[in-house]
C-alpha cells in the first residue's frame, strides 16, 4: 500500500468515527430529554386528555326553538333543529356552589361525586342555594335565529334558567350542564364546548263575542274563549288556569268548558268566581287529560248578563291565561285580544207644526207613549216589543223628548262593523191629546249614545186640524136657540089647553 492509500484510508476512518460519535451524541441528548420529562424536570409538558384541563374555559352554546322537535340526542354535540326558532328569552347561567360557597371542581373526581350527588336535589333548590352564595353568573337572550352563547365560562357545574320570555312562550324548566363534559363519540377526550338545545312552547289566547242575536241590556252575551294547550318536552302540565276579570256592567252566568271541541267532564275542572273576577282551574285529573291531548285547544263559551243600568258603553273584555305553574308564580300571563260589545241610544223629541201668516210654530207634545220592535212585521202587528230594565213603553216628558237607552248599536255586532246596519222600528201607541197617532212605524238606528241621536217626530192634530161641523160656534147657537124656542112653545100650548079645561 503506497502513501495516499494510507492516507485515504486514515482519513475515512476519521470521517466515519466522527460521525458515529454525533449519532450516540445526539441519542443521547434525546434519551437524557425524555428522561427528564419523565422525571418531570422538564418544562414541556403535554396534558393528558383523558384528563380534565383546569386551566381551559368552556362554552355553553343555547339553541332556542319552539316545541316539540323531532327526537334529537341531548348530548352536547351540535344538532340540525328545524322548528322554529325563538328570540328573546333570556337566560341566566349561575355556577353551582358547596355550602360552604366553593364551586364543585370537576378536574377531581370528589368534584364529580359533589355534582352527582345534587342529583336528588330539586333544580329550584339549587337555584336557590347558588343565589344565596352569590356563585358565578351571566345573563344573555337569544337572538339572530334563537342562539345565545356563554363563553368563555369557569369549569363547574351550572345551572341554566329562562328568566324572561317573550309573550306567548311558556317558559321551559331550567337545566343543569358540566363544563367540561366526555365527549359522546370519542370517549376518551374532553368537550369544552357544549351545546343544547332547551324547546319551549308556544301558546297563544283569543276571544270573540257573540251578540249579535242582542238588542238591549238585560240580556246575555257569550264570550268565546280559544287557549292553547302546551306540549311540555321536560315535564307533565303543573297549571292550566283562565282569569277573566268581567267589566263592572257585566254579571257572570255561566261556563261551558271543551277540549277540541268536546265537552269537558265537570270533574276536570272548576269555576270560581270572586267578585267580578272569573277563574276557571284545571284540576290534577284534568291536568292529565291535557297532558294527554296536546297540542289542542281549551274552549270557554263564558256567558254574561250585560247589567239592565247600562245606557251607552263600549265593553271589552279580556281573559289571562296561566299555562304554568312558573306563569302564574312570574306573574307572566298571556293576555288575549279584547273585542268589544256596544251599547247606547236614541233620544225620540215630539212635536206639533203650525202653519202662520209669520212662518211655523213649533211646539213640544209631552206625554206621546212609544214602543219599539225588532222588526217591521213585529211592528205592524204589534207584538215583539222590547222591554228594557221592566220598561216596554216609553211617554215623552214636558220638553216632548224621551231617552231610549240601553239598546245595542245597530252598526256594530260580534266585535266587528257590521252592514247594513239593523233596523229597529218605532211605534207611537198613544198620541198627545189634540192630535193623531202616527199612521206606520218609524224605522231607525242606534249608532252612538242617546245624547247624540234624536229622532224628531211631528205630530199632526186631530182631525188633520180641521173643525168638525158639531163643534164649537155658530152651529150650536142655532141649536141651542131652536131647542129653546120649542121649549117656549111647548109651554105655551100646554097652559092654554088647561085655561080651556077649567072653563
Given amino acids: 500500500m503506497g502513501p495516499a492509500g494510507f492516507f485515504g484510508g486514515l482519513a475515512e476512518g476519521i470521517i466515519m468515527d466522527t460521525r458515529r460519535r454525533c449519532r450516540f451524541a445526539t441519542l443521547g441528548a434525546a434519551v437524557v430529554a425524555a428522561l427528564a420529562v419523565t422525571l418531570g424536570g422538564g418544562t414541556a409538558a403535554v396534558a393528558n386528555p383523558a384528563l380534565p384541563d383546569g386551566s381551559r374555559t368552556a362554552s355553553v352554546h343555547i339553541s332556542k326553538h319552539v316545541s316539540p322537535a323531532a327526537d334529537l340526542p341531548a348530548n352536547g354535540l351540535p344538532q340540525t333543529v328545524t322548528n322554529p326558532a325563538i328570540d328573546g328569552v333570556e337566560f341566566t347561567i349561575r355556577q353551582v356552589v358547596l355550602d360552604n360557597g366553593a364551586p364543585i371542581d370537576l378536574t377531581t373526581q370528589v368534584g364529580w361525586d359533589q355534582a352527582h350527588a345534587l342529583n336528588s336535589t330539586p333544580v329550584r333548590a339549587i337555584i336557590t342555594n347558588a343565589i344565596t352564595h352569590g356563585s358565578y353568573s351571566r345573563v344573555g337572550t337569544t337572538a339572530g335565529g334563537g342562539l345565545l352563547t356563554f363563553a368563555d365560562m369557569p369549569l363547574g357545574l351550572f345551572v341554566v334558567e329562562e328568566t324572561a320570555t317573550p309573550a306567548g312562550v311558556v317558559a321551559a324548566d331550567p337545566f343543569l350542564v358540566t363544563l367540561p363534559m366526555t365527549h359522546p363519540i370519542d370517549r376518551d377526550v374532553w368537550m369544552y364546548d357544549v351545546y343544547v ?204 223628548q224621551i231617552a231610549m237607552e240601553g239598546l245595542r248599536y245597530s252598526d256594530f255586532a260580534n266585535g266587528a262593523p257590521l252592514t247594513p246596519a239593523r233596523t229597529l222600528w218605532l211605534v207611537e201607541t198613544q198620541a198627545p191629546a189634540g192630535f193623531e197617532l202616527l199612521a206606520e212605524p218609524i224605522p231607525f238606528t242606534v249608532t252612538g249614545p242617546a245624547t247624540g241621536q234624536t229622532i224628531e217626530v211631528i205630530n199632526v192634530p186631530a182631525n188633520a186640524g180641521f173643525e168638525l161641523p158639531i163643534t164649537g160656534g155658530q152651529g150650536l147657537a142655532i141649536f141651542t136657540v131652536l131647542g129653546l124656542v120649542i121649549i117656549a112653545g111647548a109651554g105655551i100650548y100646554a097652559k092654554k089647553n088647561r085655561t080651556a079645561l077649567a072653563d
Fill in 197 to 400: 338545545y332547551p324547546k319551549n312552547a308556544q301558546v297563544g289566547v283569543s276571544k270573540s263575542v257573540v251578540d249579535a242575536d242582542v238588542f238591549h241590556a238585560g240580556q246575555n252575551i257569550t264570550w268565546n274563549i280559544l287557549a292553547d294547550v302546551p306540549v311540555n318536552v321536560n315535564a307533565t302540565l303543573d297549571m292550566f288556569r283562565l282569569v277573566d276579570v268581567l267589566d263592572s256592567r257585566l254579571t257572570f252566568v255561566s261556563a261551558d268548558v271543551t277540549l277540541d271541541g268536546n265537552a269537558v267532564a265537570p270533574e276536570y275542572f272548576s269555576v270560581t268566581t270572586t267578585g267580578h273576577e272569573v277563574r276557571i282551574d284545571f284540576t290534577a285529573a284534568g291536568l292529565t287529560v291535557l297532558d294527554a291531548a296536546a297540542p289542542a285547544q281549551v274552549g270557554v263559551a263564558l256567558v254574561t248578563t250585560v247589567n239592565e243600568t247600562v245606557t251607552a258603553a263600549h265593553i271589552t273584555n279580556t281573559v289571562s291565561l296561566y299555562p304554568s305553574l312558573r306563569a302564574y308564580t312570574d306573574n307572566n300571563p298571556i293576555i288575549s285580544t279584547d273585542p268589544e260589545t256596544r251599547f247606547g241610544g236614541v233620544t225620540i223629541h215630539k212635536i206639533a207644526q203650525t202653519d202662520t201668516e209669520t212662518g211655523i210654530i213649533t211646539s213640544n207634545l209631552p206625554g206621546a207613549v212609544f214602543q219599539v220592535f225588532t222588526s217591521e212585521a213585529d211592528a205592524l202587528a204589534g207584538t215583539g216589543y222590547l222591554t228594557i230594565n221592566g220598561n216596554s213603553t216609553w211617554t215623552t216628558g214636558a220638553d216632548g
